[in-house]
């Protein structure tokens, strides 16, 4: 299984918008493709900024691409990301692990 993590932050006022637009756009996209695990998102609060971890597990690297496409160590982009001050790392991590668990 592979976990695939993205980091991005948003000013704080636009936290809970970017929250609900991230959930309709990379979580449920990632989850409505063949060999998806599971997506997860975790929020940060510093200072003026709400940072949001996605991590998203697959069942290989093949599930990967069919989200991400080839190029798949780039991050996945979303229109009208930009309209809440999205600040998002441009690379994002895979991960080779032996199953999902929580913390």
Not at 74 to 100: K, M
């Amino acid at each position: 299984m592979i976990v695939r993590t993205w980091h991005g932050c948003v000013p704080l006022e636009h936290a809970e918008g970017f929250a609900a637009h991230l959930e309709v756009t990379g979580v449920t996209h990632s989850k409505s493709i063949k060999g998806n695990q599971g997506a997860f998102v975790k929020r940060v609060t510093q200072g003026n900024w709400e940072h949001f971890f996605l991590a998203t597990y697959w069942d290989d690297i093949k599930a990967v691409k069919a989200f991400a496409g080839d190029d798949y160590q780039v991050a996945v982009t979303y229109q009208d990301d930009e309209r809440f001050g999205l600040l998002s790392d441009p690379y994002v991590f895979q991960h080779q692990v032996p199953a999902i668990e929580s913390l």
